[in-house]
């Protein structure tokens, strides 16, 4: 957005000062000045981050007046979530947009993203349009664990509830078994198939109440989870400490 000036006109103004007292101030035509926006800066916050992609993504084929119409075409599409990755592919803290997108995106996101942008014949479109391309490929690789693992839970120790974090390497059928120290089963939690990437914020996790198969809570000690997926399995432990 560009720069503009204003001219602002005030009249019958009162003012007050810190004692209380109000009086009429001499005021003469006054020019402000809109601040400058941020290309990409679709939710208006000041700086370009993931939170914009997400805003543009979520309203990708939306027409008609919208924050998220970047190029100003009428329609929110993926030429303007890849402008957005350009202005993201300018910033001096990718690292820590990489940290951010473990809480706001999956790898499935952006490889949809880049599969309908090279739809567009990236190289017809300038270089802030290729900048964004590469952002979001750098992006699919951050977001892609090269070895599934299974990691440690937390809180741990904990009481009654705990968030077990993973990564696929690749897509598999994913369960986790919960079991006593004397090897009891004691849960079985079915996360259905689940895409590759890196499982780790809260709301992708799983998530263990700390109740067994009959709802009922567990007693305080040492308990052993064990992730399958596909042909990939790994066991850790836990604690419970009432």
Aim: proline share 5%; hydrophobic share 40%; no cysteine.
């Amino acid at each position: 957005m560009a720069v503009k000036a204003s001219t602002l006109t005030l009249s019958d103004v009162l003012v007050s000062n810190s004692t209380g007292e109000t009086f009429a101030p001499q005021i003469e035509n006054a020019e402000i000045t809109e601040p400058t926006k941020l290309t990409g800066d679709v939710n208006g916050d000041g700086t370009v981050n993931i939170a914009d992609l997400v805003l543009v993504a979520s309203n990708l084929g939306q027409t008609g007046s919208n924050a998220a119409d970047v190029n100003s075409d009428g329609v929110v599409n993926i030429a303007d979530l890849v402008l957005v990755a350009g202005a993201l592919g300018t910033s001096a803290s990718a690292p820590s947009l990489h940290l951010q997108a473990l809480e706001m995106l999956t790898a499935t996101d952006v490889k949809q993203w880049l599969s309908a942008a090279q739809h567009l014949k990236p190289e017809s479109h300038g270089y802030e349009f290729t900048r964004g391309i590469r952002f979001l490929q750098q992006l699919l690789v951050a977001l892609t664990p090269k070895e599934s693992a299974l990691l440690p839970n937390f809180p741990n120790p904990f009481n009654p509830e705990t968030w077990i974090p993973y990564h696929l390497a690749k897509g598999a059928d994913v369960t986790l078994h919960i079991y006593a120290m004397n090897g009891a089963l004691v849960r079985t939690l079915t996360l259905g198939h689940q895409a590759a990437g890196k499982y780790q914020n809260r709301s992708r996790t799983a998530y263990w109440d700390g109740k067994n198969a009959f709802g009922e809570p567990v007693a305080s000690g040492l308990y052993f989870y064990t992730l399958t997926a596909g042909d990939f399995t790994a066991t850790r432990k836990m604690l419970i400490q009432k």
